[in-house]
């Protein structure tokens, strides 16, 4: 069984830059996670997607927007990017209560 | 807001010696998840307990959950290099299926 992928691996961009990611989950899964982990930091809860729907999202500026496709997989955009913004991104899908997480797109904003 | 505190953010260990991550919730946990990530990796699913004062283990990794469902610790007994990594702790709040985390904690093992 495929896991969860993400593409880019990584991605490079300069302040003012608007990123796309994308995220394929788990064949049958349809809930998607994205989280934002700083270097150092902790897992940060971005947004959540089932069934096409935003269910929840985290405490992020509205420049960070995404959505989910009818075959589930999803798109993070992020706006107007901020140096800060530069951070390892990553998608989960999830199978009753376990996540299981993609190796993430590592996003670099110069 | 719900928040999960996770303590110590660091440790470093002799390889041998036992190792444990404290996690504390504001509020009633209906479970809580454990994840280890590899340094260069991504989080990965170790375990779930969801009963009140539950114990499960994981060969030399012990998982509690407390009474009050609150508070929940993973110990690692006679450390290896292998365990190096980051482990969180994930609780989620009645029927909500959005995970809080804990910032971590990195465990560093010197062979």
């Known amino acids: 069984e495929a896991g969860v992928t993400q593409s880019p691996t990584h991605l490079i961009k300069t302040r003012g830059q608007q990123a796309t990611l994308r995220c394929s989950p788990i064949?049958?899964?349809?809930?998607v996670y994205w989280y934002q982990q700083a270097l150092g930091l902790g897992l940060q809860f971005l947004l959540w997607?089932?069934?096409?729907?935003?269910?929840n999202r985290g405490n992020f500026p509205p420049r960070f927007s995404g959505r989910q496709f009818p075959n589930y997989s999803s798109e993070l955009n992020v706006n107007a990017l901020e140096l800060e913004d530069s951070a390892l991104y990553l998608c989960?899908?999830?199978?009753?209560?376990?996540?299981?997480f993609g190796p993430g797109t590592r996003l670099t904003v110069l | 807001g719900q928040q999960v505190m996770q303590i110590p953010q660091y440790q470093h260990v002799q390889e041998g010696e036992d190792f444990t991550t404290y996690c504390n919730s504001s509020?009633?946990?209906?479970?809580i998840q454990w994840y280890k990530q590899r340094p260069g990796g991504h989080p990965v699913f170790l375990i779930q307990?969801?009963?009140s004062g539950e114990v499960k283990k994981q060969k030399r990794l012990t998982f509690q959950f407390g009474e009050a469902k609150k508070n929940s610790s993973l110990h690692i007994t006679a450390t290896q290099t292998t365990d190096v990594g980051t482990y969180f702790c994930?609780?989620?709040?009645?029927?909500?299926?959005?995970?809080?985390w804990g910032l971590g904690t990195s465990l560093a093992v010197n062979p």
């Open positions: 989960a899908s999830r199978s009753y209560n376990e996540q299981f």
């Open positions: 064949s049958g899964h349809t809930s």
């Open positions: 997607y089932d069934e096409g729907e935003e269910r």
């Open positions: 509020t009633t946990l209906s479970n």
């Open positions: 307990l969801v009963k």
């Open positions: 994930a609780g989620a709040a009645g029927n909500n299926r959005k995970l809080i």
